[in-house]
């Protein structure tokens, strides 16, 4: 998790701004009940507009950038995940159901586990053999809370298995030698009876061997890793990756690479680690009040003026991935190393009353629009950016679930990742974007973010974020190389900024089906409603 400092949008950060894809919309009840009200609010407003080349197709946009990321944090595992065989919660072998369809149901194609600030003092051996003996210990970074290790390699992996996810395993850089981390990819990796730990792996259950797609080599090395000069975790990171060998097929190494604007870690990685590592990890939370780590904003019941500072700093990951991704093209042109950014997400002030280590906070419409921003951005730099990890899967921070014994609600967030799920392994193709600004205080910025993809049946696909919380906004976009006369999709907006799905009412915002679009003579023409997610099927 990160705890560096995020810097305030100032006037110079404006000009980078002007680059970003981003929208403007209406209310949802408008659009619902009056779509001709709907356009009557946007008339005489400056449309945005925007090229779609159908002709020039781009990287394609690797499925793991979905990827999820579960710590052992707050409720993130114990009850979010796993709640043991025994529970009266439904479970399969102590996974609670629910979650596991919930997340079956969105194609979780990756997971990042045990974390995160966890990750560098987990030793693995505390979390195998039977759950009865394993040690019991204190987790000192997050709440204080007793971590029996009941969920440890095994049921991780087999959490993975039953998503059909790959798996992100973080080994500690920052408390172990070079010798644990070498011992646990081969007691994962090893073939049946071929060594000591693989014999070790099948006495507790398990005798074929895992496939690890991604090993990281530990994590936030400039903090709670370690608090590290990048010179040192530079070499380190070189010595465990030498010694951390798969014998089941490719594992990727991803090194701790920077928070936000820590350019200087990116360039040092890159000349003495670059040749030894398969990526570097990116991590960048968006706050809306970013001075001050102990006062980041409530996720409910904020000001406007917290909507466009949330809206703002998000945008600021467009600058983040430039910037470091033309560090990395100065050593690696071919783009070898991939940007993982396994660590990204809104971090609000703890819910009231709960235990602030547990990092517990409600997911509201700002969330859905934060997620589309974002993944938006990283479609734009699918040449780079290969994985992804937004924080967290379940309970933590911008998470996909929130539960409640054995009551289960989808956030926003979730929705969004659901109507994103063509973009997976997608093509992506270039979409410019020129749009009013939408401006709050000290806050300017482009209106209206998208991104367009031509999945791998050929059908072309439309995402459009209208950031702007109160006016709809008209877009046209003129097509090439796309063969379309019409447009189906679904769309996630709401009255309010802070609306949210709750245990009580779980439906309170959800993806509709959205007919507002129509394409004409190559161009396709559709009105935003304020503060909402469109993503269209082109026919």
């Known amino acids: 998790m990160q705890r560096a400092r995020a810097s305030q949008i100032n006037q110079g950060e404006r000009e980078v701004l002007k680059r970003f894809h981003l929208g403007l919309a209406v209310s949802f009840a408008a659009l619902v009940a009056a779509p001709a009200a709907l356009a009557q ?253 102990s006062d980041k904003g409530p996720a409910l019941g904020f000001p406007e003026r917290e909507w466009a500072s949330t809206m703002a700093h998000t945008l600021q990951m467009e600058e983040f991935i430039t910037k470091h991704s033309a560090i990395m093209d100065k050593y690696d042109p071919e783009k070898k190393v991939m940007l993982a950014v396994d660590e990204w997400g809104t971090w609000y002030d703890p819910t009231p009353g709960s235990n602030p280590g547990f990092l517990q906070q409600q997911n509201s419409l700002r969330d859905a629009v934060v997620a589309g921003l974002n993944l938006n951005i990283f479609a734009h730099h699918a040449d780079r950016v290969k994985m992804a990890a937004i924080a967290q899967l379940v309970n933590v921070l911008q998470a996909m679930l929130l539960t409640d014994g054995a009551k289960m609600v989808k956030t926003p967030t979730y929705h969004v990742f659901d109507m994103y799920q063509p973009w997976m392994d997608a093509t992506t193709l270039p979409i410019e974007v020129e749009s009013p600004y939408y401006h709050n205080a000290e806050f300017a910025m482009k209106a209206v973010s998208a991104s367009a993809v031509r999945d791998k049946n050929g059908q072309v696909h439309v995402a459009l974020v209208n950031l702007d919380p109160n006016r709809p906004m008209p877009i046209s976009v003129a097509m090439t190389g796309v063969q379309a006369t019409g447009a189906t999709g679904r769309i996630l907006t709401a009255e309010a900024m802070d609306a949210h799905n709750s245990f009580e009412r779980p439906d309170t915002l959800v993806p509709v089906a959205f007919d507002g679009a129509q394409i004409a003579n190559g161009t396709l023409s559709v009105t935003l409603p304020a503060k909402s997610v469109v993503v269209l099927a082109l026919r």
């Open 41 to 293: 609010q946007a008339a005489g407003q400056a449309p945005a507009t925007a090229t779609l080349s159908g002709d020039k197709p781009g990287p394609v946009m690797h499925r793991n950038v979905f990827g999820q990321f579960a710590e052992h944090l707050g409720t993130g595992i114990y009850e979010g995940i796993w709640v043991g065989g025994n529970s009266r919660i439904p479970n399969e072998g102590g996974y609670r159901r629910d979650v596991l369809a919930a997340l079956k149901a969105i194609n979780v194609p990756m997971v990042r586990w045990p974390g995160g600030c966890f990750a560098d003092e987990y030793h693995w051996r505390d979390g195998i053999g039977p759950r009865g003996k394993r040690p019991v210990k204190v987790n000192t970074n997050w709440g204080g809370v007793t971590e029996d290790n009941s969920f440890g390699t095994h049921e991780f992996m087999g959490f993975v298995e039953k998503l059909g996810a790959e798996a992100y395993v973080s080994a500690n850089l920052g408390s172990a030698p070079p010798a644990e981390t070498a011992q646990w990819v081969e007691y994962l990796t090893a073939p049946a009876g071929t060594s000591v730990l693989a014999k070790e792996r099948g006495a507790n259950g398990r005798s074929q061997p895992w496939k690890v797609q991604y090993l990281g080599i530990g994590n936030e090395l400039w903090g709670c890793g370690g608090n590290m000069r990048a010179e040192y975790a530079a070499d380190l990171t070189n010595q465990y990756s030498q010694f951390a060998k798969s014998t089941n097929g490719p594992m990727l190494k991803i090194a701790s690479g920077p928070s936000d604007s820590n350019y200087d870690w990116t360039e040092t990685f890159m000349k003495i680690s670059g040749k030894h590592i398969n990526g570097l990890a990116l991590h960048y939370y968006t706050r809306p009040r970013d001075k001050d780590w």
